[in-house]
């Protein structure tokens, strides 16, 4: 029987199936987990100290959930890893070419994403890494929101439907991933003890909105 502190003591300490399956290299990977952590409290500290506006209930909610989004998009990379076709990645993507929920989709997956597996895993794990990155640390985060709020609509029409003998999915599931990295774009949540507030209050040009100043401004 498990629980979620055993599940999560599991996963602190790299013991969980998908950090077994990486043998030694999983040790470099919660590694990286551990830095992301460390950096996420960092800002939150520093943030906390250096602005007073950040020292409010909305400010710390906002970061206390887009860390434990970030935690969980980070988890779910492991199953990308390694790349090849005995990963869960390519489980679930078969999986898609038979449930997703529109024709079209179905055949998209066949067609394209199928042949072509060993260029997309590494691309999904980068991305699905890159949103790790992001809301654990707030960074680029109206950016990220965005983007992972889309990379789950693909999730949801992807694994719509059920075959018999296949593991059913709640598309609500979904949904609600869809409206909190949308939530966290919509309220630029990495201005809540993240990066995104450091850049806009410590790098002047950000601060200015001069010259990529003003792009860094549009994604934070």
Known sequence: MTNPITDAFSFLTANTGDFEALGLWKYLILLVFYALLAGSLWLAVVNW??????????????????????????????????????NGLWY???QMAGRAAFEVHRAFVNDVILPNFDIVNPLV???????AIAL??????????????????????????????????????????????????????????????????NVAFVRDGRGLGALVRLLT
Not at 69 to 80: A, P, S
Request: hydrophobic share 50%.
């Open 49 to 86: 100290r250096e602005d007073p506006a950040q020292r409010n209930g909305t400010a710390l909610w906002l970061w206390f959930s887009r860390l434990l989004i970030g935690c969980m998009w980070f988890q779910g990379t492991l199953w990308k890893l390694p790349f090849g076709h005995q």
């Open 92 to 94: 679930w993507t078969q």
């Open 125 to 131: 794990y980068l991305a699905e890494l890159g949103f």
């Open 136 to 201: 654990m640390l707030g960074l680029f985060v109206r950016f990220a929101g965005v983007a992972a709020a889309l990379f789950t609509v693909n999730l949801w029409l992807g694994i719509y439907n059920k075959r018999p003998g296949d593991p059913e999915e709640w598309p609500w599931s979904y949904m609600f991933l869809i409206l909190l990295c949308g939530t966290f774009a919509v309220f630029a949540a990495g201005r809540s003890l993240g990066a995104d507030v450091w850049l806009r209050r």
